[in-house]
């Protein structure tokens, strides 16, 4: 069976730095576009970043541009997102998924195409 578990979130100061983890069971990870997502209180699903296997290739939402890195260990089947100089508004639950339709990440991302999420993981933002 296919899985992914997000781990890692947890309250940060203003401008402190936290690592998501996602690990893959049931497929790889390398072969498949992987996407981090996040959604406040009374506020839609947005896109945070996403990376394509093979190259790599990866996209970043505006809001955290900059501050925010996607990267991929192949051995451990595990997706992370480097989070720094983090604000309040970062302050969401954060989704890993799994596009098993796609290797690449499209343009622009498709929610719906990503068909396997995890259960989320809370990151707090202190100000």
């Known amino acids: 069976q296919v899985h992914v578990v997000e781990s890692g979130g947890g309250l940060v100061h203003y401008g402190g730095s936290l690592r998501l983890s996602c690990a893959g069971s049931?497929?790889?990870?390398?072969?498949?576009?992987i996407g981090w997502f996040r959604q406040a209180p009374g506020k839609e699903r947005e896109t945070i970043s996403c990376i394509s296997s093979s190259d790599g290739t990866s996209y970043y939402g505006d809001p955290v541009k900059g501050r925010f890195t996607i990267s991929r260990d192949n051995a451990k089947n595990t997706v992370y997102l480097q989070m720094n100089i983090m604000k309040p508004e970062d302050t969401a639950v954060y989704y890993c998924a799994a596009n098993l339709l796609r290797s690449r990440c499209s343009s622009p991302i498709l929610q719906y195409e990503f068909d396997y999420w995890g259960q989320g993981t809370q990151v707090t933002v202190s100000s």
């Open positions: 049931g497929f790889i990870v390398a072969d498949y576009a």
